[in-house]
Nanobody, 124 residues
Framework: QVTLVESGGGLVQAGGSLRLSCSAS????????MGWFRQAPGKERVFVAT????????YYADSVKGRFTISRDNAKNTVSLQMNSLKPEDTAVYYC?????????????????WGQGTQVTVSS
């Protein structure tokens, strides 16, 4: 069992930055790939970014590539998402997730554990 808790969401103006953090507890964190997903009002949850167990593999959704950076610290059991140049369309609830495997994964079905989500609102 892995418990995930996100933090760092909030309200920011377009062009601004936020850093989301996800703290993991439970079974060995370093054995799971990690990912971030987001869900805007009235829309499905979609993939944002993923990082492999050791951090050597990273993949981003096209919509955030070049603006967002995912990272992890296995010693501290944390994964982060640095979000720069934020746009109003980035407004959503952001979820941290732990995958069943070690590599990079882009579909929600490949993730076994989810956090409760943190709201990010970008004003124009």
């Amino acid at each position: 069992q892995v418990t995930l808790v996100e933090s760092g969401g909030g309200l920011v103006q377009a062009g601004g930055s936020l850093r989301l953090s996800c703290s993991a507890s439970g079974r060995t964190f370093s054995r799971n790939a990690m990912g971030w997903f987001r869900q805007a009002p009235g829309k499905e949850r979609v993939f944002v970014a993923t990082i492999s167990w050791g951090g050597g593999g990273i993949y981003y959704a096209d919509s955030v590539k070049g603006r967002f950076t995912i990272s992890r610290d296995n010693a501290k059991n944390t994964v982060s998402l640095q979000m720069n140049s934020l746009k109003p369309e980035d407004t959503a609830v952001y979820y941290c997730a732990a995958a069943r495997g070690l590599l990079v994964y882009t579909t929600s079905s490949q993730y076994a554990y989810w956090g409760q989500g943190t709201q990010v609102t970008v004003s124009s």
